[in-house]
């Protein structure tokens, strides 16, 4: 139990409530502390209210834990969609054969279709580009980590005194730049400091040159490009 599980967990504006308004039930088993070494309790709700898909929120080992627990229980969900524990292939890697098929929300991968506004490169690019320089997979946030760059760039070329925070400021503000996780304008909605991005549902699967590949599997929300491919259930 910590401030992210309390906020996805939230009744009102967590994760139950849109999940309720797309029409399916859902069962809440209680909090758990990060580092729980024992999930048969929740194992036993879930169990017992017949749930079929798992969501929320926690870190890599929990997530190991849980996934390994379900598995010798004989609890076997068709889908376990979990933020944070799924962002990094090693989170998934570290499952082991158990981490096929588990999926969680996408900000970026390489499938994304912006262009650099600083190198013209498209995503596919840059993630090959990280991989042949660092000998290591892709994650997302690679991705951010330049367009952040892009962003700041885009201030300071702008900004009529760059060594004034205020005039940068009123550059942030003014932002409309196109990079590499797409259109950055602070258009006041839903707030004037957010600029909502693309997000995208992904699914790990067994990889070709890495073990675990993350691709894409639900553009419900941003119809942009299509999913690369449609989503498994789970095989255990």
Not at 109 to 131: C, H, M, N, R
Request: hydrophobic share 35%.
């Amino acid at each position: 139990q910590n401030i992210d599980g309390e906020t996805w967990g939230n009744d009102e504006y967590g994760l139950p409530a849109p999940t309720r308004k797309a029409g399916y039930e859902v069962v809440v088993p209680g909090y758990f502390q990060p580092r729980t070494n024992d999930f048969s309790a929740q194992i036993a709700e879930f169990k017992k209210q017949g749930c079929e898909i798992i969501g929320g929120i926690t870190y890599p080992d929990d997530l190991k834990t849980f996934v390994t627990q379900c598995n010798q229980q004989g609890f076997k969900p068709k889908a376990v969609t979990v933020a944070a524990a799924l962002l990094f292939p090693g989170g998934v890697e570290a499952m082991g054969p158990l981490g096929n098929g588990m999926s969680s929300e996408v900000w970026w991968t390489p499938a994304f279709p912006f262009k650099s506004s600083l190198t013209g490169q498209v995503s596919s690019d840059i993630a090959s580009q990280w991989e042949a320089d660092t000998k290591r997979q892709w994650t997302q946030p690679l991705g951010y980590s330049h367009a952040l760059l892009e962003v700041a760039l885009d201030i300071l070329k702008r900004s009529s005194n760059p060594l004034d925070r205020a005039a940068n400021r009123d550059a942030l503000v003014a932002t409309d730049l196109q990079t590499l996780v797409g259109h950055i304008k602070f258009d006041g909605s839903p707030h004037k400091n957010i600029c909502k991005t693309p997000i995208f549902g992904g699914q790990w699967v067994k990889g070709e040159k890495w073990p675990y590949d993350l691709k894409i599997v639900d553009n419900t929300v941003n119809q942009l490009f299509a999913p690369q491919q449609a989503i498994q259930p789970i095989a255990w």
